[in-house]
Structure formats: structure tokens, C-alpha cells
């Protein structure tokens, strides 16, 4: 039994849950890319139906449910997900609001120009190339990558004993980090926040404090706290309105709506009078809460803040599968290792 579990653990924690540190990849989401590069699906080019793709995935390379499959093909579609998306969605991918994307059969997807580049000279011998589940083609074990997805993307996955999450970052602070570090490989943490200042998530927000993003990147692990955008409006008989146009990340505001509206029904929240998704494709995230004649604005958002997820934390663990290095050799099987 013991003997099982371990196999099973480590076949979890490798071939599912977590990202391969080298192109920050889980292995759906490597054999969903090279795929589409099968497939010729370039960025310039036409889409094809999603379900063309998925087929191709299981079929060749990820011999798992469609459904996942479909899942993962989506979430790399969503910009409110994905920092930077790595699929072009054409269709229904769902929406920040809960709504669920359409089915496989009506969505089309292609590769993003950043996709182009993460698999970029593959056919080159760049990388090594290794048997699929049924010996009848190859695929790659790891992808070129020239994008440093796992730290602007970020990952998250729950393992067999351990788990991942991580946030996502800008390229452009990612990029002043890594010409920082070419520079100078002995760079001390500190010298790389001058650079990398903290988390950039992809719905926005505002971060609060530095000391969860610090001990973030200098242990591993760290509590980041953020609060959602927001504005006041007046109408004209003076009634004020709080507009939050940016929430955070991972937070599904039909779920905010309806807690607010809870918490007016059930009278633990005073002053509002009413809470509504203003939101649309064109306009951006509005969400509007309209306030009571004589209402104290800054007292109606703590009790916002402090009663529902307007305000969240984001519990960072930074986990990836790094090759074990010795003499100079790559040994196959991975070895876990906090940055």
C-alpha cells in the first residue's frame, strides 16, 4: 500500500498538478500548445473548432477525459485567467461573472502570437523529443518557451501532500528582472523587486502592503492581500454610488452581487440601497452599489471590504518541479524544490 501510494503521488504531483519550472507548464497545457502547432493553427492564421483540438490532445498525446481537456484549452483563453492569453478564442470561453463557456463543438480557438514563441524552432532539435502514452508518435518533454510563462501566467494546482499558486506578473517587469539577473547572477532579492515590484493580475485590483509580496519571494510562501477598484459617483438628486471597476483576481462577481444583496436583506450591512452588475464586453467591469441619502461612504465600503470577497487574500506558494541537476547531467525524473 505504501509502495501505491507513493507511485500514485508522485504520477499526481509530476503528470498533473504542477508546473515543469522550465517552460511553467503543466503537461495538459504543453501537449495542448504543441498540438495546435500540429494542427498549424499560427496566430495569422484561420481558427478551428475546439473540438478538433481537443480530439487531437487525447488522441495523440493526453489520453484523459475531454472535459478537462476542454477545461484547460479554455482557461488558457480567458484574459481575466491568463495575464497574458496563449489561445485566441473565437466564440463563448465564459466569463468573469460565473457564465460557462459553450461546449466544444460551437467554440473555435488558435495559437496567440506568445504561443508562437513558446514553441519556437521545436522541430529544430531543441528539445528533447519523447515516446507518447502509446508509442505511436512523439511529443515534446518540455517546450523552447522564449516566454517566461510560469512567472507572468502564474499556476495554480493541488497535488497529493503539497500544492502551487502563484501569481501572475508583467512581462515588462519580468523582462528588467532577467536582463538584471544575466547581469548579475548573484543578485540579491531586494535588488530584484527594484525590478519585479509585486504581482500584476490580470481583473486588476490594488495591493495592500509590501510585506506579503517580500516574504512571498524571499521564502516561497506569503499572504497578499488585495482590494477591488472602485469609485464614487453622484446623480443629480445627489444620491451617491460606489462603482467598482476592478476586483480580485479569481473572484466571480455574480457570487459578490449576491452576497451584498444578502447582506442588505439580512440588515448587516446599512446604508445601501441597492447592488447591480452594470458590467459589459464594451464598457469593462462595472459594479455598481447604490448608496442611502446620508449614507457614510467610507463606513459602507469597510463593511464591504470586511463581508465580502471586494476584498481577498492570495495565498501565494511558489512550487514548481525542477530537473535535478549533477555533474552536469539532467537526470529524467524531476526533483520538487522551492525557488
Known sequence: VKQAYIDYSMSVIVQRALPDVRDGLKPVHRRIMYAMDTLHLASGGKTKKCATIVGEVLGHYHPHGDAS??????????????????????????????????????????????????????????VDMIPNFDDST???????????????????????????NMPTHNLREVSAAICAYIENNDISIEQLMTRIKGPDFPTGGIIYGKDGIK????????????????????????????????????????????????????????????????????????????????????LVLNQLFAKTDLQSNFGVINLALVPQQKDGLRYDEPQLQLP
Open 69 to 126: 481537456g476542454y477545461d484547460a484549452l479554455v482557461r488558457l483563453g480567458q484574459d481575466f485567467s491568463q495575464r497574458y492569453t496563449t489561445v485566441t478564442p473565437q466564440g463563448n470561453f465564459g466569463t468573469i461573472a460565473g457564465d460557462p463557456p459553450a461546449a466544444y463543438r460551437y467554440t473555435e480557438a488558435k495559437m496567440s502570437k506568445i504561443t508562437e514563441e513558446m514553441v519556437a524552432d521545436i522541430s529544430k532539435e531543441t
Open 138 to 164: 512523439k511529443e515534446p518533454s518540455v517546450l523552447p518557451s522564449k516566454f517566461p510563462f510560469l512567472l507572468c501566467n502564474g499556476t495554480t494546482g493541488i497535488a497529493v501532500g503539497m500544492a502551487t
Open 215 to 298: 516574504k512571498a519571494y524571499s521564502t516561497g510562501r506569503g499572504k497578499i492581500t488585495i482590494r477591488s477598484k472602485f469609485s464614487i459617483e453622484t446623480d443629480k438628486h445627489g444620491r451617491e454610488s460606489i462603482v467598482f471597476t476592478e476586483v480580485p483576481y479569481g473572484v466571480n462577481t455574480t457570487n459578490i452581487i449576491r452576497r451584498i444583496k444578502e447582506l442588505i436583506r439580512d440588515k448587516q450591512i446599512d446604508g445601501i440601497v441597492n447592488a447591480n452588475d452594470e458590467s459589459s464586453d464594451r464598457s469593462g467591469m462595472r459594479l455598481v452599489v447604490d448608496l442611502k441619502k446620508g449614507a457614510i461612504t467610507k
